[in-house]
Structure formats: structure tokens, C-alpha cells
């Protein structure tokens, strides 16, 4: 009987190609082991030494495998663990031992960062450029529209601006996306209220510009020096920073959740919004040929090229934004950024 037999874990049982399972006890009966149903009834049995029995990783429940194609599965790991002692096979995997050696999980958390970083900083901007080189021209369109609602959901409000001053700001406007490379009918100009976002102007992958009452209200009477940050933005869709932009956040993204596993449809709605929101700003190369965008597009269009200048003497002014470039910055200081315009402007001026 199997009471004459020392029990050594309680467990489930399972026959061969069955996913039925029966609570049942292993036991130990010489230099066999054998499995018995609550009632005592042998559900298998095999010699030791023809039986797997699954090494230790861990809680995972051990099982253990008999001739006949039977499975026996228990969660009673130190049993098993004590039962093999006696027998002589006590040794622990590979993988358990890792487990336990505290060490070995630092070092592969410090290998997994190493590995992020690298993705990041080489193979993410490659992918990048790749993306950008084969995007049809109606991805650009539906990034656009799905940002732009998500903003208009979560941060932009409708504008208040009167009638009066959305005509002047248009019609520069469009006097400079005349002149641009992709000509007028490819830009789009929306006035929003600011919000958390406050005095701005961006501008999405497809065209389409957000300009921002505060920024409108902090200007003034001045929109020629409006329609010069307008120039800049349009730069960054000529030069398809925005589009970079939005893949690099949308990588970015995609490398945390690879690393971090399932963290939820929650967390992966923030990542993928705020890469939206992300998107928006770029990088101190990218600023810099936004600049020198503004100034040749306004200088062709016959206006003030130094238009944009006054906007970033303004932020000093108004803003208190002194700050210059240091080795830590990713974006070229006011002054410094004022100072270039002046310079090219001055440049353009100088040729014949």
C-alpha cells in the first residue's frame, strides 16, 4: 500500500498527453518513486534513475517526469531539494545557483543597461534615419493628426485671438510658405490656446503649425517677429526634424517597454503621449538650422530677417532667459542663438 511507502511532497498528478490532473503524493518505495491518488490507488511508478526530475529555478514547482509519459508536479521545492540530498543528487542548477548569487543579477542588470544605452545612442538615430528615408507621405499626415488631437485633448484650448490679428499673422505667413521649398499649399497654420504649454509655436511632420495665443500676446504689436518664429518652424518641417523627432520618441519608447516587459496598457499610453509631446523639441543641431532657416526663407521673402532675433531678445527681456551654452546643454543658449541670427543676417545683407 502506499501508506507502507515514506511520502516525500503532495502534488498534482498528470497523465501521459492529458491535461487532466489529480492531487496525489509521491513516494518513496526503495530505489523507485511512485505516484498515489488520495485513495492509495498507484497512479505510476518508475526507477529513480529513469525518472527527470526538473532542476530547481527558484519557486517554480519541480516536475517530475515518469517512463510511461506521466507527470508529477509539486511546489514543495525543499522536499524535493531534501529527497535528492539523501540520494546523492542534491546539486543545484545552474540557473538556481545564479538566481541566489545576488552579484551575478547586478551584473546582469549593469550588462541589459549597457546593452539600452548602446541601442540608444547608436542603433536608435540609424533606424531613425532609415525611417524617415522610407516613410510614405501619408504617415507624416496621420502622426499629425493623431498628435495634434491628442494635444488638443490633454493641453491646447481654443483660441481667443480676434479675427483681426489671425489675418495679419496669416497673411505673413503665408508669404513666407510661398517661398519655401514645398511651396504654400503643404503648410497649415492653427492658433490654439497654450495652456501648460504657454507662450509657443511647433510645428508636426505633415505641415500643420500650432501657434499659441500667450506667444501671440507676448509679441505684441510686432508680427514680423511672429512670422519669423513661423519661418523656423517651417524649417523644421523642411528639414524633417519633427518627423525625427517623432520616430526617436516612438523608439525611445519601444526600447522601454523591450527592456521593461508588459507594463501595462496604462504605462504604455503615457509612453506613447508624452513621445508626442517629446517630439516637439529637438535637438541644439536641429535649433541652430531652424534659425538659419528662418533668416534665408525671410530674407527671400523680402521681409526681416532678423525677425527672430527679437524674439529671443524678447525671451531675455520678458522671460529672463539669459542662460549660455555649456557642455551639458542640448540646445544652443538665447544669447548665443541671437547672436548667430545676427550674423548670418548680416551675411545675407553683405552679397550681392
Known amino acids: 500500500m502506499a501508506s507502507d511507502n515514506p511520502i516525500i511532497a503532495l502534488g498534482e498528478w498528470h497523465p501521459a498527453g492529458s491535461s487532466r490532473s489529480v492531487p496525489s503524493r509521491l513516494a518513496e518505495a526503495g530505489e523507485r518513486l511512485t505516484v498515489h491518488d488520495d485513495a492509495g490507488a498507484e497512479l505510476s511508478n518508475g526507477k529513480l534513475s529513469a525518472v527527470e526530475i526538473s532542476p530547481r529555478v527558484g519557486a517554480v514547482p519541480r516536475r517530475i517526469t515518469f517512463p510511461d509519459g506521466s507527470l508529477f508536479e509539486t511546489s514543495d521545492n525543499a522536499a524535493i531539494d531534501r529527497f535528492l ?4 543528487r542534491g546539486r543545484e542548477g545552474i540557473i538556481h545557483r545564479m538566481e541566489r548569487f ?8 549593469a550588462a541589459a543597461i549597457l546593452l539600452g544605452t548602446l541601442i540608444y545612442r547608436l542603433a536608435l538615430p540609424a533606424l531613425v534615419e532609415v525611417a524617415v528615408a522610407v516613410t510614405p507621405p501619408v504617415v507624416p499626415r496621420i502622426m499629425s493628426s493623431s498628435t495634434l488631437e491628442a494635444l488638443d485633448r490633454t493641453v491646447l484650448g481654443d483660441s481667443e485671438l480676434d479675427e483681426a490679428r489671425r489675418g495679419r499673422i496669416l497673411e505673413g505667413f503665408r508669404a513666407i510658405a510661398a517661398f519655401s521649398g514645398r511651396g504654400k499649399e503643404d503648410f497649415t497654420l492653427n492658433f490654439r490656446k497654450g495652456g501648460a504649454i504657454g ?16 506667444l501671440v500676446e507676448l509679441a505684441g504689436n510686432d508680427t514680423e517677429m511672429i512670422v519669423g518664429v513661423l519661418a523656423h518652424e517651417i524649417g ?58 528662418s533668416v534665408e526663407l525671410m530674407s527671400k521673402a523680402g521681409r526681416d530677417p532678423t525677425a527672430i532675433a527679437r524674439f529671443f531678445q524678447l525671451i531675455e527681456m520678458k522671460l529672463e532667459d539669459h542662460s549660455e551654452t555649456s557642455l551639458f546643454s542640448t540646445h544652443p543658449g538665447t544669447p548665443e542663438r541671437r547672436k548667430a541670427i545676427l550674423d548670418l543676417a548680416a551675411e545675407l545683407r553683405a552679397q550681392p
Do not use: C
Not at 540530498?85 to 546523492?88: E, L, N
Not at 545576488?102 to 542588470?109: C, E, G, S, Y
Not at 523642411?238 to 501595462?264: C, F, P
Open 85 to 88: 540530498t539523501r540520494k546523492g
Open 102 to 109: 545576488h552579484p551575478r543579477l547586478i551584473a546582469f542588470v
Open 199 to 214: 507662450p509657443n509655436a511647433f510645428a508636426l511632420p505633415d505641415g500643420t503649425l500650432i501657434l499659441t495665443d500667450e
Open 236 to 293: 523644421h518641417v523642411e528639414l524633417k526634424h519633427s518627423l525625427r523627432q517623432i520616430y526617436r520618441a516612438a523608439g525611445v519608447a519601444a526600447l522601454i517597454m523591450l527592456i521593461a516587459g508588459d507594463i501595462g496598457s496604462g504605462a504604455e499610453d503615457v509612453l506613447v503621449q508624452g513621445g508626442g509631446l517629446l517630439s516637439l523639441s529637438y535637438s541644439r543641431s536641429a535649433e541652430a538650422a531652424a534659425d538659419r532657416h
